[in-house]
């Protein structure tokens, strides 16, 4: 059984770091395409960043320079190092991995199938 375990989000003042995490269970992170999404009230759910088998990452446009999606292999963890934080950036944070053909979900070359339960980050000015 799959499982995405995200963790680390919280509330900071505009300007702050904050480091989310997400655990893999019973899948191989490194082997498929990974990757951070978002969803603020009243907004879709969109495409933070991502990380591919190959190793490329590629950013929305919104957070390129301040945040940066990474894992470790061996903890079978994805990281997204979060920076110079701004209130725009609040939302509830989902960490996705690749399922298979039939994901419904398309993000930067690639679809996903596997979810997270979130976790929520605040900013404040």
């Known amino acids: 059984q799959v499982q995405l375990v995200e963790s680390g989000g919280g509330s900071v003042q505009a300007g702050g770091s904050l480091r989310l995490s997400c655990a893999a269970s019973g899948y191989t992170s490194s082997s498929n395409c990974m990757a951070w999404f978002r969803q603020a009230p009243g907004k879709l759910r969109v495409g933070v960043a991502v990380?591919?088998?190959?190793?490329?990452?590629s950013y929305a446009d919104s957070v390129k320079g301040r945040f940066t999606i990474s894992q470790d292999n061996a903890k079978n963890t994805l990281y997204l190092q979060m920076n110079s934080l701004k209130p725009e950036d609040t939302a509830m944070y989902y960490c996705?991995?690749?399922?298979?053909?039939?994901?419904?979900?398309?993000?930067?070359?690639?679809?996903?199938?596997?979810w997270g339960q979130g976790t929520q980050v605040t900013v404040s000015s």
């Open positions: 996705a991995g690749r399922a298979g053909p039939y994901d419904k979900t398309w993000y930067a070359g690639c679809t996903y199938g596997y």
């Open positions: 990380i591919r088998p190959d190793g490329t990452t």
